[in-house]
């Protein structure tokens, strides 16, 4: 499915595979055929990809990216461990592997961007798989009522546990 929305933006509905399943997301296109930068957009982890995430996409596309929304399956964290929402990174993984090799992708090396448990995702992703991703911009990480999804990334006096190497610290 695809259609236009604001601006000559196109969003298409899109699978790509994980964990021998297909796992939904929305692709949004600048106009044109030439090729862009990438930007991952990971969602709250709670409502999917609504309808602020899909504006925010298509803000993103309008200055020039093309972006994907991945609609991951959400899981609750494993208490006392620091493997911290892994069926999500997993996903966030493939969905940039996905995108990178989009045929209008100009570099590998994409964006990511999230927001609360998203924001989460996308640390874990950058601290994972630093290769992958350009840059990092997060919106509120989600803590849980005991702060263990806090202290996976962050130590406990709120600073960066673990450094993701090149232009993140």
Do not use: W
């Not at 601290?127 to 911009?137: G, R, Y």
Request: charged share 20%; net charge negative.
């Amino acid at each position: 499915l695809s259609h236009q929305t604001r601006d000559g933006i196109t969003e298409v509905q899109v699978g790509y595979p994980s964990g021998g399943a297909t796992i939904q997301g929305y692709l949004y296109l600048p106009p044109g055929t030439d090729r862009r930068p990438g930007v991952l957009f990971n969602h709250d982890g709670t409502s999917g990809v609504m309808s602020d995430v899909r504006r925010r996409a298509c803000d993103l596309a309008e200055l020039g990216f093309i972006v994907f929304a991945p609609v991951y399956v959400t899981s609750a964290p494993k208490v006392g461990s620091v493997e911290v929402a892994e069926a999500e990174l997993n996903q966030v993984l493939d969905a940039a592997g996905a995108l990178s090799r989009h045929p209008r992708i100009d570099d590998p090396k994409l964006a990511i961007v999230g927001s609360s448990h998203g924001a989460l995702l996308s640390m874990l992703a950058v601290m994972e798989s630093p290769q992958q991703f350009a840059c990092l911009a997060d919106r509120i990480g989600a803590v849980g009522g005991d702060g263990v999804q806090a202290d996976a990334v962050f130590g406990k006096d709120g600073h960066t546990s673990a450094s993701a190497g090149g232009n993140f610290a």
